[in-house]
């Protein structure tokens, strides 16, 4: 069994975004490499950072080695990568692969992090998502070129007032064809369900 792990980091201002991200990719990244041991790792640095994040994690890896995301190794504990950080955002996830295409030539990659109204309960939130909104969502990414795939991850046991319940995760060959897509999107309801989705859009680079 394997558990996915979606971790939003932003620097504070005792580092420069460039140095932060640098310290991420080239320091910390291979602490969680050695130390945690995800089957996949992936890190998305943002061109259009928002509300002081800067870079997206996502990890795959064994279902019996998640707990170390909240009770992390000593080595990885140390690293001053987490001195450096003003907001934190981690949810444990379930994967949904709408639309499975090749990313090879994926250059740019959408992650939206959405928080459900208070008066909606998970259930109908996550119905709705699936059931209504994804379907939408990938017959226009099948009508648009340059764009790859869809993956829709539901937050595990995140509280009512979490801040996100939710991400989804598209990727495409560039921006235009990100725009072209989600501009094709016709309004399902889904909006009306949440309360917040923020996009944060950038370059995905495998680290693992």
Not at 50 to 61: E, N, P, Q, W
Not at 86 to 114: P, Q, W
Not at 153 to 171: K, M, S, T
Request: net charge negative.
């Amino acid at each position: 069994v394997t558990a996915k792990i979606i971790i939003a980091n932003g620097a504070n201002d005792t580092v420069s975004p460039a140095q932060f991200l640098e310290h991420w990719r080239t320091h910390h990244a291979g602490l969680v490499r050695t130390h945690i041991g995800p089957q996949r790792y992936t890190i998305t640095t943002l061109a259009e950072p928002k509300r002081g994040y800067h870079g997206i994690a996502t990890m795959h890896l064994p279902d019996d080695r998640a707990g170390l995301i909240g009770n992390l190794p000593e080595p990885i504990r140390a690293d001053p990568f987490y001195g450096m950080i003003a907001v934190r955002t981690v949810l444990r996830v379930d994967e949904h692969v709408i639309a499975d295409g090749d990313i090879s030539a994926a250059g740019f990659k959408v992650t939206a992090f959405v928080r459900r109204r208070d008066d909606i309960g998970a259930e109908q939130f996550f119905d709705h998502w699936l059931r209504i909104h994804a379907p939408n969502v990938a017959t226009y990414l099948d009508r648009t070129d340059g764009a790859f795939r869809y993956v829709v991850n539901h937050a595990i046991d995140a509280p009512a007032d979490a801040p996100f319940h939710g991400v989804a995760e598209l990727w495409y060959a560039d921006k235009a064809a990100s725009i072209a897509h989600l501009g094709a999107v016709p309004s399902d309801g889904f909006e009306q369900l949440s309360s917040d989705i923020l996009f944060l859009k950038g370059t995905e680079q495998v680290l693992a």
